[in-house]
């Protein structure tokens, strides 16, 4: 082929590359994921990017529509690329509900699209890291969906570092229906909602202006915000104030229900708030909400929200699928570790370098690094022969934590040298001993900094 | 929302949903992937599923252009889904050389989208898993590449039942350097490619027609396929038949380096077979080349394919980038494990499920539950009170091992059965030992059938 001219290599506008220092630690938070969600019973799922366009237009918001990637295909079909995996979800089990069985538990981690205004910062493909649990209208479902949202932030490493906030849409329509505002619930919760961006007084303003509520009932739905105090009082507290409607009154009962639950399971009380003025996400849930913030970031918004519907695939099918479930929001909380200084700086995913510098020794190098494979531990071989100051800047600038020097005479005689370029320290052995040694420096912790 | 007529839950044509059952063994497959690389040191990337369209276009034949998803996004930019992964990576690489610096090792595993004909049994949509090293023209990346390949197919559980294929395209060059039939090289080897297929007389044909081979030619092309023995000896035997094409020498060269490297690094004699017919993708490769082949299924062609190339990203640098590198045929190799019986036939990832039949006793199977995850193990707990005989039939349909079955009695007298579902037996233990028990059973083989 003769040489065209060169295109210039860029991304679409919106999206990004991931290289290996992103990609690590995103890769290896989206196993902490999936290894949390089977540890529940949660099993894996996928759909395909494209769907026919009449699946998802609609199903979102106005803003999905028009942020769609709709086009025509090959074969002529109207065709999209999802914008989330809920309503693949739930064309998924529509059109497999018999041979699923229920209750059905999922998870589903995949990247979604929206085209997005980028001006706001934000990427137009990016992952979601749902998980379901489809077709029982237990409590118990609801508690476990809290309990697993507390494991994820425990394995991630955010241990006492996090608080989940926990409501239940029925305690609000309890409320309202008190204050006689139960036909005006959408603009209500919607001002509700930025209670803390605007403060009170400009909420109350709103709720009067798209609701038509007085200045009594606007104060009634802001009490919620006020409540405070233990989880516990602020459960006896809701009592009074849904009074003697139903639904208020089993939305507190399920709530009390997955707060007991929790604490059965050893979450500590700190970890959950009760917290009865979320409103985000209400006109789609309809028992338990959840969200959850980060205690050292709370300002990037919640990292994991969720909820219970009534109906997950109505449009597609008759049987009734009720359900509770929540997505991870990995970007944000991968941005969040950065920011808080959990990512480590590697761009390797070897903790072993073996630098290849004794030209004639190619077949004992790739001896050497089979047998330290052998023993579980990953390892980088350098792959051509080059002067060994140079490889160790390379394994420097990777950031392997490891590397093994051995010449010619080291094969001659069976050692070693081995270097730990984190603490930058470095000892002579045997090379029978190398994969125990490698292996108990990578156990113990690694020094500040490294 | 009033309820709208109900819209028919269908995928698009040649698209497909993955349930749990196809979705757990893919994904372990994946990860059975991604460990091997990273235990080269090989690291993850992550590139946009859209590009533009001048990206992609005309990169990889007439097919992948003509099968290609391009469309107008809404903001009326030119682009197209990736129809595999070399050419977003080329770009990568190009965008980011700088910041990568050499050499450079990456995989990446994504789907990929080609409007294939799915009269032929493909799908439109399908997963690629990829690694490659870029920066060195050193056979040891060579010999690495070789050595990944027999580790993956180990470690997917083919041990000792695939044979990998080695050739080097500098052979063949020499070959038809001494045959005076260099100028020919693409139809000479698009005919070869058809050997195994159309036999050698209409291979001779074939040659004759489109390269203008006389009988002799044709003749010294085909003494390769018939070259037998040992891979020394196939070696030995190359020599004469290169005579004294450079080419020819520093292929023949090449694959002894490789060949002696996977023997040092202790693969089996019989997993390697020098096969200098090999000739499909010869366009693109200019060195090595990789073929694997399972022993038990060799009909489905080969399940791991790759080779050395002298240049990436021509495209979009003046860099050079020499590269090597194979790309796992996943769905291929998991269709062949189904065939060969070798997948499992749950659809949880739960090995442990407890029935919640008391329904006064929420608390204690949800501290039961957590107990035995803080001991290592997946445990699904039933989301709803109900009859046990019930719960124990979907436990039996979803696969799960172990059954824990508890009820108020038990919970007072702090006892349990665990039930062993695949071998139908059934002990009485103490709850303080339960751990214990269910990860002796999970750590012993399973019955035959199970």
Same mark, same amino acid.
């Given at each position: 082929?003769?040489?065209?001219?060169?295109?210039?290599?860029?991304?679409?506008?919106?999206?990004?590359?991931?290289?290996?220092?992103?990609?690590?630690?995103?890769?290896?938070?989206?196993?902490?994921?999936?290894?949390?969600?089977?540890?529940?019973?949660?099993?894996?799922?996928?759909?395909?990017?494209?769907?026919?366009?009449?699946?998802? #237009?609609?199903?979102?918001?106005?803003?999905?529509?028009?942020?769609?990637? +709709?086009?025509?295909?090959?074969?002529?079909?109207?065709?999209?690329? +999802?914008?989330?995996?809920?309503?693949?979800?739930?064309?998924?089990?529509?059109?497999?509900?018999?041979?699923?069985?229920?209750?059905?538990?999922?998870?589903?981690?995949?990247?979604?699209?929206?085209?997005?205004?980028?001006?706001?910062?934000?990427?137009?493909?990016?992952?979601?890291?749902?998980?379901?649990?489809?077709?029982?209208?237990?409590?118990?479902?609801?508690?476990?969906?809290? =309990?697993?949202?507390?494991?994820?932030?425990?394995?991630?490493?955010?241990?006492?570092?996090?608080?989940?906030?926990?409501?239940?849409?029925?305690?609000?329509?309890?409320?309202? %229906?008190?204050?006689?505002?139960?036909?005006?619930?959408?603009?209500?919760?919607?001002?509700?909602?930025?209670?803390?961006?605007?403060?009170?007084?400009?909420?109350?303003?709103?709720?009067?202006?798209?609701?038509?509520?007085?200045?009594?009932?606007?104060?009634?739905?802001?009490?919620?915000?006020? /409540?405070?105090?233990?989880?516990?009082?602020?459960?006896?507290?809701?009592?009074?104030?849904?009074?003697?409607?139903? #639904?208020?009154?089993?939305?507190?009962?399920?709530?009390?229900?997955? #707060?007991?639950?929790?604490?059965?399971?050893?979450?500590?009380?700190?970890?959950?708030?009760?917290?009865?003025?979320?409103?985000?996400?209400?006109?789609?849930?309809?028992?338990?909400?959840?969200?959850?913030?980060?205690?050292?970031?709370?300002?990037?918004?919640?990292?994991?929200?969720?909820?219970?519907?009534?109906?997950?695939?109505?449009?597609?099918?008759?049987? +009734?699928?009720?359900?509770?479930?929540?997505?991870?929001?990995?970007?944000?909380?991968?941005?969040?570790?950065?920011?808080?200084?959990?990512?480590?700086?590697?761009?390797?995913?070897?903790?072993?370098?073996?630098?290849?510098?004794?030209?004639?020794?190619?077949?004992?190098?790739?001896? =050497?690094?089979?047998? #330290?494979?052998?023993?579980?531990?990953?390892? %980088?071989?350098?792959?051509?022969?080059?002067?060994?100051?140079?490889?160790?800047?390379?394994?420097?600038?990777?950031?392997?934590?490891?590397?093994?020097?051995?010449?010619?005479?080291?094969?001659?005689?069976?050692?070693?040298?081995?270097?730990?370029?984190? +603490?930058?320290?470095?000892?002579?052995?045997?090379?029978?001993? /190398?994969?125990?040694?490698?292996?108990?420096?990578?156990?113990?912790?690694?020094?500040?900094?490294?």
């Amino acid at each position: 082929m003769s040489k065209p001219k060169l295109i210039q290599p860029r991304t679409l506008k919106g999206f990004r590359d991931f290289p290996p220092a992103v990609a690590i630690p995103r890769e290896a938070l989206i196993e902490t994921a999936k290894a949390t969600y089977r540890s529940f019973g949660f099993s894996p799922i996928d759909t395909p990017v494209l769907e026919l366009t009449e699946i998802l #237009l609609g199903k979102g918001s106005d803003e999905t529509d028009k942020q769609m990637y +709709r086009f025509e295909d090959p074969g002529g079909r109207d065709v999209a690329m +999802r914008f989330d995996l809920t309503i693949p979800f739930a064309r998924f089990v529509a059109q497999n509900a018999g041979e699923l069985g229920m209750p059905f538990k999922r998870y589903h981690v995949g990247p979604v699209w929206r085209g997005e205004n980028t001006q706001r910062g934000r990427y137009r493909e990016f992952l979601q890291c749902d998980f379901d649990t489809i077709g029982t209208e237990n409590v118990m479902a609801d508690t476990e969906c809290a =309990l697993v949202i507390c494991e994820l932030f425990n394995r991630i490493g955010f241990t006492d570092r996090f608080t989940m906030h926990l409501n239940n849409r029925r305690v609000l329509s309890g409320v309202l %229906e008190q204050l006689d505002l139960a036909d005006q619930a959408v603009p209500v919760l919607r001002a509700l909602d930025k209670l803390a961006k605007i403060g009170p007084e400009k909420v109350v303003e709103e709720m009067a202006r798209t609701a038509g509520a007085s200045a009594s009932q606007a104060d009634g739905v802001l009490a919620l915000a006020r /409540l405070e105090g233990s989880n516990a009082k602020v459960l006896e507290a809701l009592g009074p104030i849904v009074g003697d409607s139903e #639904l208020g009154r089993s939305g507190i009962e399920a709530l009390g229900a997955v #707060l007991a639950g929790v604490a059965a399971a050893g979450v500590p009380e700190g970890r959950v708030r009760l917290d009865v003025s979320i409103a985000r996400g209400l006109d789609y849930y309809t028992g338990t909400v959840y969200e959850t913030f980060l205690d050292d970031l709370p300002g990037i918004g919640s990292c994991c929200s969720g909820g219970r519907y009534d109906d997950l695939a109505s449009l597609y099918t008759k049987e +009734r699928l009720p359900g509770v479930g929540a997505s991870l929001g990995l970007d944000r909380v991968l941005a969040a570790m950065e920011e808080l200084g959990m990512l480590g700086s590697t761009t390797t995913t070897a903790a072993v370098f073996i630098p290849y510098f004794d030209k004639d020794r190619g077949a004992d190098y790739l001896r =050497l690094a089979t047998e #330290l494979r052998k023993a579980g531990l990953a390892v %980088e071989l350098y792959p051509e022969p080059r002067k060994l100051g140079a490889q160790l800047k390379y394994a420097d600038r990777r950031g392997h934590r490891l590397a093994v020097i051995v010449g010619g005479d080291e094969f001659a005689q069976g050692t070693c040298q081995l270097k730990d370029l984190a +603490r930058k320290t470095s000892e002579e052995l045997a090379q029978a001993d /190398l994969a125990a040694a490698c292996a108990s420096v990578l156990a113990s912790q690694p020094t500040a900094g490294s």
